[in-house]
C-alpha cells in the first residue's frame, strides 16, 4: 500500500481534456443489476474509464503482478480477497484515470468504510464526485437475469439465453469458445448474494443518500433508457467537493 501511495503522489492533476473537469460516477447495485452494461457504454460512447474490481483482480491474476499473486491465493482457497488489496488496486486505476474524460466505479464501495476511503483518496488529489447512481431491481427480475447468464471462460464476454443469446448456441461469437454458467449465478447462490447485498449495502445507499449524491434508477428500464437519463443527469450536476 505505502509503496503505491507514493508512486501515485507522483501522477497528474484530475481535470480531463483541454482544462474540462473530469465526472466520477460511482454506481451501485446487485449483482446482476446491469452496472457493468452501462459502465461499458460510458466508456464507449463518453471515453470514462470503466473501474470494476473483478475486472481489475482477473487482469492482475492474468498478469502475474503482485497483487494478482496475492489475491489468487485468497481465491483459490475460496475466500474474499481482503480489502486492503481491492483499495489499493482500485486507488491506482483512478491514478492512472486522471487526465481523461472520467471515471465509473462499478461495484466499489461497497461498505460505508470504503466509501471513507474513497473519499479521502480523492479528497487529496482534488478529486470529485457527481453522482452516485444506484442501480434499483426487484429480487424476481435480478433471479432471471443472473440465472441465465453465461460467459465466456477465454475472452470474458458475458451473454444471456434470453436477452442477449449467442449467434451459435452455446459458443461465444468472439472465439467460439464453448460458454459456462458462473456458479455464483446459480439459483440459490444468487438469491443469497441478492440478500447479503442488501444487508450490507443499505448503509452505504444512506450515507451517499444524506450527502446529497444519490441518483436512484430503475434498473428494469432498457439499457438505452438508463444510459439517456444517467448521462442527462451526471452532466448537469455540479461535481461535489470531498471533504
Same mark, same amino acid.
Given at each position: ?98 487526465? +481523461?474524460?472520467?471515471?465509473?466505479? /462499478?461495484?466499489? %464501495?461497497?461498505?460505508? @468504510?470504503?466509501?471513507?476511503? *474513497? $473519499? =479521502? ?34 475472452? +470474458?464476454?458475458?451473454?444471456?439465453? /434470453?436477452?442477449? %443469446?449467442?449467434?451459435? @448456441?452455446?459458443?461465444?461469437? *468472439? $472465439? =467460439? ?34 450527502? +446529497? ?18 448521462? =442527462? ?11
Amino acid at each position: 500500500m505505502t509503496e503505491f501511495l507514493t508512486r501515485a503522489a507522483s501522477a497528474g492533476g484530475g481535470s480531463g481534456p483541454a482544462g474540462r473537469a473530469a465526472i466520477g460516477l460511482v454506481f451501485v447495485g446487485p449483482p446482476g443489476a446491469g452496472k457493468g452494461t452501462l459502465a461499458k457504454t460510458l466508456q464507449a460512447r463518453a471515453g470514462m474509464r470503466h473501474i470494476s474490481p473483478g475486472d481489475l483482480l482477473r487482469q492482475a491474476v492474468r498478469d502475474h503482478t503482485e497483487y494478482g499473486r496475492k489475491a489468487l491465493t485468497y481465491m483459490r482457497a475460496g475466500d474474499l480477497v481482503p480489502d486492503e488489496i481491492v483499495d489499493a488496486m482500485i486507488q491506482a486505476a483512478l491514478a492512472q484515470a486522471e487526465g +481523461g474524460s472520467g471515471w465509473v466505479l /462499478d461495484g466499489y %464501495p461497497r461498505t460505508p @468504510a470504503q466509501a471513507g476511503l *474513497l $473519499d =479521502g483518496f480523492l479528497a487529496s488529489r482534488g478529486g470529485t464526485l457527481n453522482a452516485v447512481v444506484y442501480f434499483e431491481i426487484g429480487e424476481d427480475i435480478l433471479l432471471r437475469r443472473l440465472t441465465g447468464r453465461r460467459l465466456c471462460p477465454i475472452c +470474458g464476454a458475458i451473454y444471456h439465453v /434470453d436477452y442477449r %443469446p449467442p449467434r451459435s @448456441a452455446g459458443r461465444c461469437d *468472439l $472465439d =467460439g469458445a464453448e460458454l459456462v454458467a458462473r456458479r455464483d449465478d446459480a439459483p440459490d447462490t444468487a438469491l443469497h448474494r441478492f440478500r447479503v447485498y442488501r444487508a450490507q449495502t443499505a448503509p452505504l445507499i444512506d450515507h451517499y443518500r444524506r450527502r +446529497g449524491l444519490l441518483l436512484s434508477v430503475n434498473a428494469e428500464r432498457p439499457a438505452e433508457e438508463l444510459y439517456d437519463m444517467i448521462w =442527462g443527469s451526471v452532466r448537469s450536476r455540479p461535481a461535489t467537493p470531498l471533504p
